[in-house]
């Protein structure tokens, strides 16, 4: 049982270049997220996705997109990377309704030179 | 907008010492408050949560407690150890009492020896 798993684990772009970051939940759990880390600023929801088929945005989406390709599965793509975006992403998990805490992927760390 | 103010950012105490990180939530719809223990380079994990419906929670050492009328919850860590030193993350549930939750800025514990 992985959890959930999330590649790659380290990635450097160059500005404009773009990258598919994979996540993948084994927990058969309904909803699936996006979160950026930056020093200081706790973690923040980039997409959402409640339900295979649907994705929402959360507070930080301008400059990526998702796609919920199955129940397992949730992508995040950067289409036109900028230094902006150097952070450390992380996929979750979690069953539907109130109350339930997220599992957390082992994160990735993308820099933008 | 929804928003989870998280003090102090930084927090040293001695061995043994208690250790309390608190929080105060925008929305008075949120039912649910998570809290995150994220280790150096590692993933966020759930430590303890708590439902709106519930004024205190105890899990060993770590208890948590809330107060709706003034919307703020507390982490207490009792008997602090070298193992709890990381950073500690609150979160409430969205708009609604949706399962998307916003997250603290984090608080970063130093447990000293």
């Known amino acids: 049982n992985a959890g959930v798993t999330q590649t790659p684990k380290f990635q450097v772009l160059k500005t404009g270049q773009s990258m598919t970051l994979q996540c993948a939940q084994d927990m058969n759990h309904n909803s699936m997220y996006w979160y950026r880390q930056d020093p200081g600023m706790g973690l923040r929801l980039i997409y959402y996705?409640?339900?295979?088929?649907?994705?929402d945005k959360g507070e930080v989406p301008n400059g990526y997109n998702v796609s919920r390709l199955n129940k397992r599965e949730f992508s995040l793509r950067l289409e036109s990377a900028a230094p902006s975006q150097t952070s450390v992403y992380f996929c979750?998990?979690?069953?539907?309704?109130?109350?339930?805490?997220?599992?957390f992927g082992s994160g990735t760390r993308l820099t933008v030179v | 907008g929804e928003n989870v103010e998280q003090h102090p950012s930084t927090l040293s105490v001695q061995e043994g010492d208690s250790a309390v990180i608190k929080c105060t939530y925008s929305d008075s719809a949120s039912n649910y408050f998570p809290w995150y223990k994220q280790e150096l380079g590692k993933r966020p994990q759930l430590i303890i949560d708590i439902r709106s419906n519930v004024g205190e929670k105890k899990d060993q050492r770590i208890a948590v407690t809330l107060n709706k009328t003034a919307k703020h919850f507390s982490l207490h860590i009792t008997e602090t150890q070298p193992e709890d030193s990381a950073v500690y993350f609150c979160a409430a549930s969205g708009l609604g009492g949706t399962y998307k939750y916003i997250f603290g800025t984090g608080t970063r514990l130093k447990v000293l020896a």
């Open positions: 979750a998990s979690s069953q539907n309704g109130e109350g339930y805490g997220y599992t």
């Open positions: 996705s409640a339900s295979e088929g649907t994705t």
